[in-house]
């Protein structure tokens, strides 16, 4: 069974870092891309963040490119989010989603999803 579990959700000042890990469980690594999502009240869901299993390949929203990066730990089954000089605008709850690798496409769909871990940016 795919498994995802978000953390390292929480409160942080403007201008200030985060990281957030998605720990998970149930599937191949190599097989799978691995996607960041937010959704702030009121807002549709926006996909920030991807990674391809396989090559490693990444891609971020122009909405946080220079600021997030995402990685993957192998070892550890984790994807990580580094966010860093961070605004209020990206408060939201954050999801990671999984999906199996399509021949034509780096990222997504995705089939499988956390429960999301809030992440709150304020002074």
């Known amino acids: 069974e795919v498994q995802l579990v978000e953390s390292g959700g929480g409160l942080v000042q403007p201008g200030g870092s985060l990281r957030l890990s998605c720990a998970a469980s149930?599937?191949?690594?190599?097989?799978?891309?691995i996607g960041w999502f937010r959704q702030a009240p009121g807002k549709e869901r926006e996909g920030i963040s991807c990674i391809n299993g396989k090559d490693g390949r990444t891609f971020h929203a122009d909405s946080v490119k220079g600021r997030f990066t995402i990685s993957r730990d192998v070892v550890n089954n984790t994807v990580l989010l580094q966010m860093t000089n961070m605004k209020a605008e990206d408060t939201a709850v954050y999801y990671c989603?999984?999906?199996?690798?399509?021949?034509?496409?780096?990222?997504?769909?995705?089939?499988?999803w956390g429960q999301g871990t809030q992440v709150t940016v304020s002074s």
């Open positions: 989603a999984a999906g199996r690798i399509k021949p034509t496409m780096m990222c997504g769909p995705y089939d499988h």
């Open positions: 149930g599937f191949t690594f190599d097989d799978y891309t």
